[in-house]
């Protein structure tokens, strides 16, 4: 059974950080391409980041140089350390995992950023 599970979320002020986690099971991993997406009410889900199974990493224009995505296919996990956070910033964040035509996906973490 595919297990995908976010974690980290949570209340943050402007110009704070957050670790979000994503524990995953039932799919190998390591020859899968994993990021992150995000929901802002209201709003379609965006992109946020991926890293592939060759550790190239891109990332949405508003998150670069905030954000860094990272993997560690020993433990079958991926992570999101997000720095100086913005009220924009504030989703519902999901982890996910594609390839061979198969994409899967977490039920999100909630990320809000508020004085």
């Known amino acids: 059974q595919v297990q995908l599970v976010e974690s980290g979320g949570g209340l943050v002020q402007p110009g704070g950080t957050l670790r979000l986690s994503c524990a995953t099971s039932g799919f190998k991993f390591d020859v899968y391409d994993v990021g992150w997406y995000r929901q802002a009410p ?6 946020v980041a991926e890293i592939n199974n060759i550790g190239r990493s891109p990332y949405e224009d508003s998150v670069k140089g905030r954000f860094t995505v990272s993997r560690d296919d020993a433990k079958s996990s991926l992570y999101l350390q997000m720095d100086n956070l913005k009220p924009e910033d504030t989703a519902i964040y999901y982890c996910s995992g594609s390839a061979y035509g198969n994409n899967y996906w977490g039920r999100g973490t909630q990320v809000t950023v508020s004085s």
């Open 42 to 47: 209201g709003k379609q889900r965006e992109f």
